[in-house]
């Protein structure tokens, strides 16, 4: 059965840091991963999503950049961190196996800016 | 405009009553629409989803009502019990071409199920 790891699950960091957080699946190939993030008031805000190894389209312009460097690697960074930033960190992998749409999320990740 | 609106924003029902939320959109492209529930700290959870040539889904406790002449759906939680208080997220899938493929979520619902 497919499996999506995240972490780490807690984060506390100072403005101007730099970020990264790490999205893993396994048991698929050649999934959609994505990224989203929750602020307060549980809104999902689709933040990158990508297709393939290094394909990356970016829905909302900010501080924030995501790489794929594996088929089934995901990781979302930052060089200098806002306190905007804060939030719950998202992972997500679809796939159309079957003909349906199916997406699935992973456990997140807390990110504090202090 | 690829946006889905959900309501309420919140909800309270008492334990052993229906819960019901309804989402709407306005993009005809949107061809596949599920339902998330999320507890506190956790990341959604696929709950339910239906495609449009199908009026009506259930599973369990959960049915799902689709309309697609007006473009709305629905959860209906029947027999609401206190452990499904939660945020509920409906969304729809839109293929953007190839492999490339979209959700957009409504804003969620938060329900309180009191004993």
């Known amino acids: 059965s497919q499996t999506i790891h995240q972490w780490p699950a807690t984060l506390v960091q100072p403005v101007g840091s730099p970020l990264s957080l790490e999205c893993t699946v396994e048991g698929t190939s050649n999934p959609n991963l994505y990224w989203y993030r929750q602020a307060a008031g549980r809104g999902l805000q689709l933040l990158f999503y990508s297709v393939g190894i290094g394909q990356i389209s970016s829905e909302v312009p900010q501080n924030l950049s995501a790489s794929r460097p594996q088929d089934r690697q995901f990781i979302l960074s930052s060089k200098k961190l806002l306190l905007s930033d804060s939030g719950f960190y998202l992972c997500a992998w679809s796939t159309t196996a079957g003909g349906f749409y199916e997406q699935y999320f992973g456990p997140g990740t807390r990110l504090t800016v202090t | 405009q690829q946006q889905v609106k959900q309501s309420p924003q919140s909800l309270i029902v008492q334990k052993g009553g229906i819960s019901i939320i309804n989402c709407a959109y306005e993009n005809t492209a949107f061809d596949y629409f599920p339902w998330y529930q999320q507890f506190p700290g956790k990341g959604p959870a696929l709950l339910i989803a239906i495609r449009p040539d199908v009026s009506e889904k259930k599973e369990g406790r959960f049915t799902i009502s689709f309309n697609k002449s007006a473009k709305q759906f629905s959860l209906h939680i029947m027999d609401s019990q206190p452990g499904d208080s939660a945020t509920y997220f409906c969304?729809?899938?839109?293929?953007?071409?190839?492999?490339?493929?979209?959700?957009?979520f409504g804003k969620g619902t938060l329900l309180t199920v009191n004993p």
């Open positions: 969304a729809a899938f839109t293929r953007l071409g190839g492999s490339n493929y979209k959700l957009t």
